[in-house]
């Protein structure tokens, strides 16, 4: 499967971004997430979401303001950021993985779009 993520930007704390991530592919048939990596950090887990949407898991600390979502018809997965921090800012990747319990460790991670850069001021 190939992703190609977007929505990116650049945004006051406070504010919001939607990001997207399209997919070709036998999308469904994989469940699907987003990591970010900001500068000199190592690239962490976000959020991810079931083949079917159903399940759902989110890092704490954006528990409550991201919300992961997809539209298999489109074969699309999305990232909403409520409230975005200065902390917040890094490189936004998707990343897919046929087991959903697994799409949690980068280096576990077999598919990834590129990333797109988010950048929250204070």
């Known amino acids: 499967v190939q992703l190609q ?5 650049l ?3 406070g504010g919001s971004l939607r990001l997207s991530c399209a997919a070709s592919g036998t999308f469904s048939t994989y469940a699907a997430g987003w990591f970010r990596q900001a500068p ?3 690239r962490e ?7 079917r949407g159903g399940l759902t898991y989110y890092k704490d600390a954006v528990k409550g303001r991201f919300t992961i979502s997809r539209d298999n018809a489109k074969n699309t997965v999305y990232l909403q950021m409520n409230n975005l921090l ?3 800012t890094a490189v936004y990747y998707c990343a897919a993985h046929d087991d959903y319990n697994n799409l949690i460790l980068a280096s576990a991670v077999p598919f990834w779009g590129r990333g797109t850069q988010v950048t929250v001021s204070s």
Not at 5 to 9: K, N, Q
């Open 11 to 13: 945004v006051q704390a």
């Open 40 to 42: 000199g950090k190592e």
């Open 86 to 88: 200065p902390e917040d």
């Open 45 to 51: 887990f976000v959020a991810r979401i079931s083949q």
């Open 5 to 9: 993520a977007s929505g990116g930007g």
